[in-house]
């Protein structure tokens, strides 16, 4: 997905992932708040300027796109971080309370009932691990080799083993086209039967 960073670290084994992965998303979930508090503007376009040091994100914010892949003796992590807009921080904004628009809130609305996830930024995901990669490297007890920008990466699984599930749109489509498919056949297979069991009342009274 385009929100994901793909960071990698030297000599870290699968096997010892499990016992890693709450530590990763702690390291980076402060990384982000750390960055995000010393570039407010930039994590919360729109907002004013900041009134208070908050949290943007949390250890639960940070998910894994793909699951870790082994190269070598390397372990390479695809990571994103859900992005709520309503967080701490962006709401002690000088702007965040200014009253909105009868469209606006209607958008709002939409937004939320569709129930689409909303992802922080990438460029601010990779300046914030970058600016902290000692930090994480500190808490991870591994070295990092390199953090980029993950824009054409696919989705394959989750960290915890468990499937992505398809968007809420897309199930929708799926119900609506299995409906019209079904529709379709059983009118041809009511026009392709003869008159006399296509029209029970002429059936029974001949």
Known sequence: MSASVVVTFLNLPAVRWSEKTSIFRKAVSDAVNEYCNGNFEECCPDKGSKTANENISTPKDVTLTQLPEQVGNNLRIVSAVTFNPDNPLCSSGTDARRRRSFPELISTLIKRDTDVTLYLSVDVLTD??????????????????????????????????SEFSPEPWLIIVMVVCATLIVAVISAMIYLALPARKRNPAFYIYQ
């Not at 930090?135 to 083993?161: C, H, K, L, P």
């Open 128 to 161: 914030a691990i970058i600016a902290k990669e000692s930090d994480i490297e500190q808490a991870m007890g591994y070295t990092m080799s390199s953090v980029i920008q993950a824009r054409n990466e696919t989705q394959t699984g989750a960290s915890d083993g």
